[in-house]
């Protein structure tokens, strides 16, 4: 029933539905977080993210999620959020497939992000969907809380033929 219903579209970080969608996952994450929520606040900042999908069931936003720029060649997924009525329903795994096929067309070649011990469904999510651990990178080296995912979207060895 659900995937029947589920819709996804592209826009960025001034539609009206993530920018509240955003509201809900900041609530949530600064209960999880606790005293460490304004270290991650400062970094989840999301004027001017050109690349994001907000999905809606029944025309009922459900979840979003976003990609930036990391490096050249990767992005950063940033924003996942799935409201409570709509999880253990595979918006967020379809989201994030979404997240990475934009990002193979936009030319990168791998997808990073950053997660919460206190977010286990979180980090399940991202195993499921093939993401491997790694070494906290950036603002995140030394964060006991953090954990540091990556998955490669597209094989460099096969670009060259």
């Known amino acids: ?13 001034d539609q009206t ?8 996952l900041d609530q949530d994450l600064a209960i999880r977080d606790g ?7 400062q970094f989840n900042k999301v004027d001017s993210i050109k690349e994001v999908i907000v999905a809606y069931v029944n025309e009922i936003p ?3 999620g976003a990609i930036k720029r990391f490096t050249d060649d990767t992005v950063e997924v ?12 595979g918006v967020a795994a379809k989201i994030v497939a ?3 096929t934009w990002a193979i067309e936009l030319g990168y070649h791998y997808s990073v992000l950053e997660t919460g011990k206190k977010q286990p469904e979180a980090i399940a999510l991202y195993e499921k969907c093939k993401y491997q651990r790694t ?4 603002q995140y080296i030394g964060i ?14 096969n670009l060259a033929t």
Do not use: W
């Open 35 to 41: 005293d460490e929520h304004a270290f991650y606040a």
């Open 17 to 24: 539905d993530f920018r509240q969608l955003i509201t809900l």
């Open 98 to 100: 979404a997240l990475e």
């Open 78 to 89: 940033k924003r996942m959020f799935v409201h409570p009525n709509y999880r253990n329903q």
């Open 135 to 138: 070494a906290n990178y950036g």
């Open 144 to 157: 006991e809380n953090s954990v540091c995912m990556k998955k490669t979207l597209v094989q460099t060895a």
């Open 1 to 13: 029933m659900l995937m029947s219903n589920l819709t996804l579209i592209r826009t960025d970080s």
């Open 62 to 64: 459900a979840g979003c």
